[in-house]
């Protein structure tokens, strides 16, 4: 019975160490300001170090200041940021096939990513979704908002037109590394 339980303990462990840890990391912390108030988030980056460097070079560059909230999904229930902006970047040909999102991680609410087979980098994705949804093998989850949640909900509630383009603009006024 003993010799049981220790071997279902360390199967549970070597399953839990085999999977990838999405830890928030305590720095930075980057704050989003929008004409609809700040969003706050951080990284994972241990799970996503390239796709988390990446961003923060962005943002240090100031490719996504000026510029506008893309897309607002509200069936997929997702705010789409960068995807035709100064941000996109379809010269950056990194390999993320270490940090793709593992068979077993759903997308929580708040939770950022970007999908690697846009050939390019820069446009990420914000889930507003209520429930965890399971994502495409290939899609890479690299940080989550941390404060800012009602400027999320309102985010969603505008009023998009056909191509689900805020009617009226949503300003992203400033991206920067405040910690």
């Known amino acids: 019975m003993i010799k049981k339980i220790a071997i279902s303990i360390i199967g549970l462990f070597i399953i839990v160490s085999c999977g990838k840890s999405y ?12 004409s609809l108030g700040e969003i706050k988030i951080k990284l994972y ?16 560059n100031g490719k996504y200041n000026n510029t506008q909230v893309d ?8 705010i789409n940021i960068g995807f035709n902006s100064k941000a996109f970047d379809p010269n ?16 929580s609410y708040g939770e950022i990513l ?5 050939e390019g980098f820069g446009a990420f994705s914000i889930y507003t979704g209520k429930e965890d949804l399971k994502l495409e093998e290939h899609q890479v989850i690299f940080g989550k908002v941390v404060e800012g949640n009602d400027v999320l909900s309102k985010i969603m509630e505008v009023r ?13 006024k400033e991206v920067k590394i405040i910690e």
Not at 23 to 34: G, M, N, Q, R
């Open 23 to 34: 830890k928030l990391e305590d720095k930075p912390v980057i704050s989003i300001l929008t």
């Open 45 to 60: 980056k241990s799970v996503a170090p390239k796709a988390a460097e990446l961003f923060v070079n962005f943002i240090k």
């Open 71 to 78: 897309e607002v999904m509200f069936f997929e229930q997702f």
């Open 92 to 107: 950056i040909k990194e390999d993320f096939s270490k940090e793709v999102n593992p068979e077993n991680k759903k997308l």
């Open 114 to 118: 970007f999908n690697p087979k846009n």
């Open 160 to 172: 998009v037109n056909n191509l689900n383009k805020p009617i009226e603009p949503i300003q992203i």
